[in-house]
């Protein structure tokens, strides 16, 4: 089960249309050659649900076998959510 609600992406040239695509504010600034530009280094919060599938940030989970929690690729609970709609602990894989 996923338990992040949110969390905070880098942005980066391959996904900062994505994002203002789907509606989040991307900070920019005015460099000295009046280019307008995002900063390297900047971040944001985004919904989980809105990252791409092959997303590599890490969300918290719960197993849904022993109730631990612990941090995995979103990526990888994408897979998983295919496989079998159960994430099992990394422990039991």
Do not use: W
Not at 13 to 40: A, D, M, Q
């Amino acid at each position: 089960m996923l338990i992040d609600k949110e969390v905070e992406v880098n942005l980066a040239l391959n996904n900062i249309k994505y994002y203002e695509n789907l509606g989040y504010y991307i900070p920019r600034k005015i460099t000295k050659s009046n280019k307008l530009v995002v900063p390297i280094g900047t971040k944001i919060i985004v919904k989980v649900y809105d990252l791409p599938k092959h997303s590599g940030v890490y969300v918290k989970i719960m197993c849904d076998y022993c109730n631990k929690e612990y941090y995995v690729k979103y990526q990888e609970y994408q897979r998983k959510q295919n496989d079998n709609n159960k994430i099992k602990s990394k422990f039991m894989d």
